[in-house]
């Protein structure tokens, strides 16, 4: 999973990446986090409002930071669920989970 954060505003940013960081040590998945700053990359992916935070090249948030529960349920969305210290993911999306070692 790669996670993109556009935004001008650095300190923001940091944050936004402790939040998605303590998350993410709830579930077994590999998860990469960019932070993008820089003004010419952020007009190339056609990004105007601070901060977008995207997942896998789709938009999940855009103009707010959002909260640990939020980013919680992206991954759910996702297929990976974080609760408490297990993470389980569906292989199809349709099926029972099963643990992640």
């Known amino acids: 999973m ?3 954060i556009f935004d001008r505003n650095t ?17 077994a998945s590999s998860i990469t986090v ?8 952020l ?10 935070i995207c ?3 789709k938009v999940f948030a855009a103009g707010y930071m959002p909260s640990e ?3 919680s349920k992206w991954f759910t969305r996702l297929g990976i669920v974080t609760t408490g ?6 292989i199809c999306g349709q099926c029972m989970p099963r643990f992640l070692p």
Do not use: L, M, N, W
């Not at 960019?34 to 990359?41: F, N, Q, Y």
């Not at 007009?43 to 977008?52: K, R, V």
């Not at 210290?85 to 569906?90: G, R």
């Open 2 to 4: 790669h996670i993109q």
């Open 11 to 27: 300190d923001r940013q940091q944050a936004i990446q402790q939040i998605i960081s303590r998350v993410a040590q709830r579930i």
């Open 34 to 41: 960019e932070g993008i700053s820089d003004g010419k990359a």
């Open 43 to 52: 007009a190339q992916a056609g990004i105007f409002s601070y901060p977008t």
């Open 55 to 57: 997942i896998d090249g």
């Open 69 to 71: 529960t939020e980013v």
């Open 85 to 90: 210290s297990h993470a389980y993911a569906c």
